[in-house]
């Protein structure tokens, strides 16, 4: 079986999506769409036989495109996803899956009346050392985790139509509920806006769990260091996803907390410092993994790893999040039967 697509964007992000969805077997990429012409010829000269145009309509109107992949900039997913969707077409949408809870809801309805796979582009899910990780959270070998934290900072692009929030926090959201399984009962969040009004570069981002479990994300692209980490602090031991590091992504500290039975507190509390072990992980690109788990879906009826419903509590968290930024730091509680939900 063969899936035939097409791309709207191939901007910075959209041009890895185009070279990877053209290099996998079971895909014919028919289309290319992008407003810009140095874009287009780009793809042609790199990627031949692909139709390039400059109308998203060229795409909905060939019925013979089964799915639409969509990496144009954040503020047009929920437009173009929901135009494909209503056209009959699979749709991969890169994070975030759209900017308002109302609109992702409105995606999600769509595709399940159609019948049709929506999958959103939260990569990392996708990457062995997550993989990895997960694992260890599941068989109990960090014991209880007690809190997670991330830094996404870089000294890097600034948006315009997006801030650090919606660009940076779906990434680090995604793998915390992947990893965890539960979304937050509260979320609160503080950011400011250093270098253009009304668009936060740097954002902290704080997240309650039902079972006492907190997370935390730094998120900035105005920052010295480009840092991209996710420590995860358990019970019997503690690890660290590096993703800047090219070969040693996991780092896992055989360190923590054991009680003994002493009188007093203080006695009855003692560190362990173990060893620190560097696992071999068997590394595959996260985005062709991603890519192909979507053509997967499509062509053999599976349901997506982050679907529609992923991408959605994502968003209903950032939501939350931009809403407490917005009221000096407020707590957001979620309903309790979004925070019991499991992902």
């Known amino acids: 079986m063969m899936l035939k697509a097409g791309i709207v964007g191939a901007g910075d992000w959209g041009k890895n999506l185009v070279r990877v969805f053209y290099q996998i077997r079971d895909v014919e990429l028919a289309y290319c769409c992008d407003a810009d012409g140095n874009r287009r010829k780009a793809v042609s000269q790199l990627f031949p036989g692909v139709c390039l145009t400059s109308r998203f309509e060229d795409i909905l109107a060939d019925a013979s495109v089964q799915a639409v992949i969509i990496a144009s900039s954040a503020i ?67 014991g209880e985790v007690f809190y997670i934290y991330s830094q996404r900072v870089n000294l890097g692009k600034i948006r315009q139509d997006e801030n650090a929030l919606w660009s940076f926090a779906p990434h680090d959201i995604s793998v915390i509920l992947h990893l965890l399984g539960q979304l937050p009962v509260s979320v609160s969040a503080r950011g400011e806006s250093y270098l253009r009004e009304g668009v936060e570069d740097v954002v902290f981002v704080n997240m309650k769990f039902r079972d006492r479990k907190m997370a935390q994300l730094q998120l900035s692209w105005l920052d010295p260091h480009k840092i991209r980490k996710i420590t995860i602090v358990g019970s019997k ?107």
Do not use: W
């Open 237 to 343: 031991k503690m690890v660290v996803f590096d993703d800047v590091e090219s070969t040693e992504k996991l780092k896992i500290f055989d360190k923590g907390v054991s009680g003994v039975s002493y009188e007093s507190y203080g006695d009855s509390l003692t560190l362990r410092f173990g060893d620190i072990n560097i696992p071999h992980i068997n590394m595959t690109e996260p985005l062709r993994a991603e890519c192909q788990h979507f053509v997967d879906c499509v062509l053999h009826d599976k349901q997506p790893m982050t679907g529609g419903n992923d991408g959605l509590r994502v968003v209903r968290i950032i939501e939350a999040a931009e809403h407490s930024m917005k009221h000096d730091g407020e707590p957001v509680r979620l309903p309790e039967s979004l925070a019991a939900e499991r992902t």
């Open 76 to 142: 047009t997913h929920y437009e173009f996803a929901k135009a494909a969707l209503e056209a009959g077409k699979h749709v991969y949408v890169e994070k975030p899956l759209a900017l308002s809870v109302a609109h992702a809801e409105e995606m999600v309805a769509l595709a399940d009346s159609k019948n049709l796979k929506l999958m959103v582009g939260h990569l990392l899910v996708y990457h062995p050392a997550v993989s990895h990780l997960r694992k260890m959270v599941e068989s109990g070998e960090l």
